[in-house]
């Protein structure tokens, strides 16, 4: 079945700073991908989404990368806030309507 | 209220009691999702709801877990013989529509369930 997993389970930057943070997964057949914010006692918020035949999708300061030559995945925050602080989940479909998710990157914002 | 509501937001049992966890939707949604949510992990797929009928419950871990959504909204999670494993959060997502893709999924802020 599909795994979503993340290189880095932390990750700390200068406010203001550029903060890309990256998923892997592992079934080549998924076709549709979801980044997910959530802050700490409150549920995930979608952020953006991409489908498997387009490689970049930009939103409000956020941008999805996808490559799925190598199936992976990165969301890229332009000048990060300090409410940007929270933990990054990407969700790749998996089989007829559920997710797989990722075990998450916290991102921290430094002052 | 605007968003998904789901009580209780915390829920201490004692293991081998039964528990129920409620989600209400947010009004017209006709998708409800549930997951489950470890410590440090990412949400899990549990189950989801087209309507009233469990499309797909290939996520319950085994048979003393069981949902129902017998209207078409409020939907219950429900576990029997409650173990100290089942302690997680429990999320409930719902969206205007059952298609995956361009339907957004509006996440409650779960329930907290710890079995002592």
């Known amino acids: 079945g599909e795994s979503v997993g993340l290189h880095l389970p932390t990750l700390s930057v200068q406010e203001g700073d550029n903060s890309i943070i990256n998923c892997a997964y592992s079934?080549?057949?998924?076709?549709?991908f979801i980044w997910y914010k959530q802050e700490s006692g409150k549920g995930p918020q979608f952020i953006i989404d991409?489908?498997?035949?387009?490689d970049k999708r930009q939103g409000q300061r956020v941008t999805v990368l996808l490559n799925k030559t190598v199936k992976h995945l990165s969301l890229q925050i332009a000048a990060t806030q300090p409410g940007d602080s929270a933990v990054y989940f990407c969700?790749?479909?998996?089989?007829?309507?559920?997710?797989?998710f990722g075990p998450g990157t916290r991102l921290s914002v430094l002052p | 209220g605007a968003g998904v509501s789901q009580t209780p937001s915390n829920k201490v049992t004692e293991k081998g009691k039964y528990v129920e966890l409620r989600c209400d939707p947010i009004?017209?949604?006709?998708?409800l999702y549930w997951y489950r949510q470890s410590l440090g992990q990412g949400p899990e797929f549990l189950i989801y709801?087209?309507?009233?009928?469990?499309?797909?419950d290939s996520g319950l871990p085994n048979d003393r877990f069981f949902a129902v959504r017998p209207e078409g909204s409020v939907s219950t999670l429900k576990i029997q013989r409650t173990e100290r494993g089942d302690s997680a959060v429990y999320l409930c997502?719902?969206?205007?529509?059952?298609?995956?893709?361009?339907?957004?999924?509006?996440f409650g802020q779960g329930t907290r369930l710890t079995v002592v």
């Open positions: 991409i489908r498997s035949n387009m």
């Open positions: 969700a790749a479909h998996g089989n007829g309507q559920n997710f797989v």
């Open positions: 997502a719902s969206s205007l529509s059952g298609g995956y893709m361009n339907t957004e999924a509006f």
């Open positions: 079934n080549s057949a998924s076709d549709y």
């Open positions: 709801f087209q309507g009233t009928g469990a499309a797909d």
């Open positions: 009004s017209g949604h006709t998708a």
